[in-house]
């Protein structure tokens, strides 16, 4: 029956060790699992003096904070923790680049919209301002007008397209919106929506 060697062995003065294997872990990877558990305990790193592909990791108590078996245990879960997230940065992270290109060509969609949102709320504000309480008359409108169409829909189920249309009516009841700018709302509703899932 083959044996398995946890790499994890207690030392004097309540010491860990673990032997983490450069085969298997790159020396970021390392480094950035340790970074995890610095604030909590003295952590000492080191090439094994009799292989260089291993890299000897102590863990010392720290503030009184209780060091267990169970600790460098967390480490080694860590360990592979960094390791994934490090692979799919070297896979993916070309992709997350890309995502944040695209945003640049909707900054001024993004810039429209809030435009218009913080026109809708200097509206309220002008109308707090003279007295008036519009947002509660206007909230009980919208939503009951979207309990009527949601009734007329009630044999169909209804999409994100369907909702987002309707929040995109209902605001467009407040402030006059161009086509383009009701586009930009159903867009905007759709994005955040899909968000909640």
Do not use: W
Request: with cysteine.
């Amino acid at each position: 029956m083959a044996t398995i060697q946890f790499p994890v062995i207690e030392l004097e003065n309540s010491k860990f060790q673990v032997s983490v294997d450069l085969a298997l872990y790159s020396k970021d990877v390392i480094t950035a699992a340790i970074y995890k558990f610095s604030h909590l305990f003295y952590i000492h790193q080191q090439i094994d003096g009799n292989n260089p592909n291993i890299v000897i990791v102590i863990f010392e108590s720290k503030d009184g904070n209780i060091l267990t078996v169970d600790i460098p245990k967390q480490f080694c879960n860590e360990l592979i923790d960094q390791q994934l997230r490090h692979n799919v940065n070297e896979q993916f992270g070309h992709i997350h680049i890309l995502n944040a290109q695209k945003m640049g060509e909707h900054e001024a969609e993004i810039e429209k919209i809030k435009n218009v949102f913080l026109a809708i709320l200097r509206d309220i504000k002008k109308d707090i301002d003279n007295g008036e309480q519009p947002g509660e008359a206007v909230t009980a409108a919208m939503f009951q007008a979207m309990r009527d169409a949601l009734a007329e829909q009630k044999q169909n189920p209804l999409s994100i397209d369907d909702v987002a249309a309707m929040v995109a009516g209902q605001i467009g009841q407040l402030t006059p919106m161009d086509e383009e700018t009701a586009d930009l709302f159903k867009q905007l509703a759709k994005k955040m929506m899909k968000g909640i899932e």
